[in-house]
């Protein structure tokens, strides 16, 4: 046969072959005629392809198809809840030894890629039991093959980062779901071009001897380097390997005349004195500060050099194809022991705010959807920067356009902020995001002379809303009498008969038919009086619907029920007693007046509401004033979201934050109250938030119900500090860990799952904005002001 002629053949065969690798054609074409006409041929086919760079010939639901020998690789993602380190044992390692050093392809790969704040760690095998074992440890899932695809491409470090949406995100970001073009097509296109650009650009570094006297790898002191690049760190337990390896020693030291040592080595290994791993490690770097090199190879327990030999080969196939094996070399299964190390919290889809971990790396985080209840508090010393936090992750959170002051994120089918403080610490915030006028903001300094709530006024929305505000009425009702001094709670007998009168109120409609002259606050009655001609006789039953809230028993009617049951011989003495001691506890409170009219107005529509409540706080009627407050912006956002619920519709975040907590918590019953709200209000998409100086100042039974604990801490009263949080909690080693490696101005945040400490990123605008300096607020409120 001539040249020419067995040069087409050829050509033809490997056009066949790669169009039959195509995914895509292999659905049109019958695989019988290539087992029968063209498998003779497979073995030189399977040479050419693999000699070709790293391409992706498939993408399954949990692994990638390469053009390896191996084929299919799995892969997971190293992250946990915390940042503290999270260990591959020895024991982890021995076990793993055991179970698979007699499986096939029993070697994995251990990646380490940073590039500025975007840091990951990958682990990544074509043997999927051995991967799934590890990733239980770690309680991890198989990244799917889409994922796995997209993180090859970034390891060939040409890709960018950037923050959106408070989350990091991919400048190239691969679909593998087009019907015109082929997944490997796709890959190979981009990669090419990758390639080319490192072959310039990238240093190689490659380890020869491990460290001795190093138990542990640091993976957190490793990130934190002056570096952009990827480690690749490669571990190989297979026996048949290992065995090949030590032949390989035995044969080369047969020159020497000096192979004992390795003929010792085989026998140990051979009975099981010894278990062994092989491996190897190499770093592709685009930038390096080359004296970090030897602290570098002590974070990994392995001593560096550079290299430039087969640097293309790294390059272009990965070391998921090609690794210079001159440089294998066996280490005891206690190397492979405390190696690998997860020191990341996961990432969090639709989070609150971000920032950087104790590694420099991007971490981000959400209240709801990294716990089982959204709730949080925020504890620090005076001058720890608590508003300062709080009012950063505030503006996270509502998303602020700082080139014209608009929050993106704020309204109702988005987050909406109720902000009680005491002090006005959000002033300069709250006035700079009224400059926009399409912010909905507004700001309330109360009055004890504009006042009232009727206590009697309950939601009949639902059966859900009308019992649980029977709950409530009897709680704020405690709370009334609990703030006087020589007042009595009621009983529990005396709860079950006032909620036993409200329902049959309710049902039965027998009450007062008030009218417009009834209403106690001038400001309101006078806004009636433009809707009713001036006729004070108007019955408030025939206003039109936006007053529903006027439309409502009052306490004097429930009073006067429970006086009519007092003289009921029919029921039995006990109850007489009990419908006595109620009716003159509820008198008590109708005596104080706040509480027996008709609320003042109904609630204030605003996306972004803030309530000074200094003028309130001397009173021993605070606490109920503020309850009472509270519960009317309650009832208007769980309103809206039942009935989001019901249209099945996303439920917005609300965001309750009360400043200076202490001021909350004078009166007991008021704990029992709150606990009982944060337990329902989750439902709703309520977010509490508490701020306080010291633990002593939130109760036992509200820290409970809280999921996210943040703290911050200054130097000199750290250790005061943690003894503190061990009085009233019990921290794990983690926690303790992470509060002692708490800088100034950082968060620890113990939440449901784990530990870890975040910086928040603040501009310099944010630094002025959320300063409580009055004297820099003429500046920031200027429209002028452009950007941040």
């Avoid at 033809?12 to 005629?33: C, D, M, P, R, V």
């Avoid at 994922?147 to 980062?161: R, S, T, V």
């Avoid at 400001?523 to 408030?540: A, D, G, M, P, V």
């Avoid at 029992?672 to 508490?690: C, D, S, T």
Wanted: with cysteine; glycine share 4%; charged share 25%.
């Amino acid at each position: 046969m001539n040249a020419p002629l067995m040069l087409l053949l050829i050509l033809s065969a490997i056009g066949l072959y790669i169009g039959y690798k195509n995914e895509k054609t292999q659905n049109f074409i019958n695989k019988g005629f290539f087992g029968k006409t063209i498998a003779p041929l497979t073995g030189l086919f399977n040479d050419f392809y693999s000699n070709k760079g790293l391409i992706i010939d498939n993408v399954d639901d949990d692994s990638v198809l390469l053009n390896t020998m191996y084929k299919n690789l799995y892969g997971i993602k190293l992250e946990g809840n915390s940042n503290t380190p999270n260990f591959f044992s020895v024991d982890d390692a021995k076990t793993l030894y055991r179970t698979y050093k007699n499986k096939p392809n029993a070697f994995f790969y251990y990646v380490i890629l940073k590039d500025g704040i975007y840091h990951r760690q990958y682990i990544f095998s074509y043997n999927k039991n051995l991967l799934k074992t590890i990733g239980e440890k770690f309680k991890l899932d198989l990244l799917s093959g889409e994922e796995l695809a997209n993180i090859i491409l970034d390891l060939f470090m040409q890709n960018q980062f950037y923050i959106k949406d408070k989350d990091m995100n991919r400048t190239i970001s691969l679909n593998f779901n087009s019907p015109l073009e082929a997944n490997s097509h796709i890959f190979k296109k981009i990669a090419r071009e990758n390639i080319f650009q490192n072959l310039n650009k990238t240093d190689i570094y490659q380890s020869y001897k491990t460290i001795e006297g190093v138990q542990k790898t640091d993976i957190s002191e490793l990130l934190k380097m002056n570096f952009k690049g990827v480690i690749w760190n490669y571990f190989d337990i297979e026996q048949r390997h290992i065995e090949n390896h030590i032949s390989r020693l035995i044969n080369t030291a047969k020159w020497t005349g000096n192979k004992n040592l390795f003929t010792e080595l085989k026998e140990a290994y051979d009975i099981g004195d010894i278990q062994l791993v092989i491996a190897n490690s190499i770093a592709s770097f685009r930038e390096i500060d080359e004296s970090i090199i030897g602290n570098f190879g002590t974070a990994l327990k392995v001593d560096f050099l550079k290299k430039d030999i087969f640097k293309k080969n790294t390059l272009q196939k990965t070391p998921f194809k090609f690794r210079d094996t001159e440089f294998d070399f066996l280490a005891p299964i206690d190397f492979l022991g405390n190696y690998i190390s997860s020191v990341q919290k996961k990432r969090t889809r639709n989070a609150d705010f971000y920032g950087l971990d104790k590694n420099g790396g991007f971490v981000n985080y959400s209240f709801a959807y990294d716990n089982d209840n959204p709730h949080s508090f925020i504890v620090a010393n005076t001058g720890a920067g608590k508003s300062f936090t709080l009012q950063k992750i505030l503006v996270d959170m509502i998303d602020i356009d700082y080139k014209n002051a608009y929050a993106r994120n704020l309204g109702k089918d988005k987050v909406l902020v109720r902000y009680y403080d005491i002090g006005f610490s959000s002033e300069n915030l709250l006035a700079y995001l009224k400059t926009n006028r399409e912010n909905n903001i507004a700001h309330i300094e109360s009055e004890f002379s504009n006042f009232t709530y009727n206590i009697c006024n309950l939601d009949e929305t639902s059966k859900e809303t009308f019992e649980a505000d029977l709950v409530f009425v009897c709680d704020l009702a405690n709370l009334i009498l609990s703030s006087q001094e020589g007042s009595k709670i009621l009983l529990s007998s005396e709860m079950a008969l006032f909620k036993d009168l409200l329902k049959e109120t309710y049902k039965t409609g027998d009450y007062e038919h008030y009218r417009v002259r009834d209403i106690k606050n001038k400001k309101l009655q006078n806004r009636i009086l433009e809707i009713t001609n001036n006729n004070i006789n108007s019955f408030l039953k025939d206003l039109p619907q936006e007053f529903d809230f006027l439309k409502k028993p009052l306490l004097i009617d429930i009073i006067k029920k429970a006086e009519i049951q007092i003289q009921n011989q029919q029921i039995s003495k006990t109850d007489r007693q009990d419908y006595e001691t109620l009716s003159r506890k509820l008198r008590d409170i109708h005596s104080l007046e706040y509480f027996s009219n008709f609320d003042s107005e109904d609630v204030i529509d605003a996306d972004f509401l803030s309530m000074d409540l200094n003028n309130y706080k001397e009173s021993s009627l605070f606490i109920p004033i503020f309850v009472a407050i509270f519960q009317k912006t309650y009832l208007k956002d769980r309103a809206y979201a039942i009935k989001c619920k019901r249209e099945r519709k996303k439920i917005s975040k609300k965001l309750y934050i009360i400043e200076e907590s202490a001021n909350f918590f004078r009166v007991d019953y008021f704990s029992v109250l709150l606990e009982k709200l944060a337990l329902e209000a989750r439902k709703y998409g309520v977010h509490l938030i508490l701020i306080a100086q010291q633990l002593e100042h939130i109760p036992k039974r509200i820290l409970k119900v809280v999921d996210t604990r943040i703290f911050l801490l200054t130097p000199d009263k750290k250790n005061e500090f943690i003894d503190d949080i061990k009085r009233n909690f019990e921290p794990n080693e983690d926690v303790l860990e992470s509060l002692n490696n708490t800088e100034r101005y950082e968060l620890c945040i113990w939440y449901s799952k784990g530990v870890f400490n975040l910086k928040l990123q603040v501009s310099d605008f944010e630094a002025k904005l959320f300063t409580t300096n009055p004297d820099e607020l003429n500046e920031l409120t200027k429209k002028e002001v452009k950007s941040g």
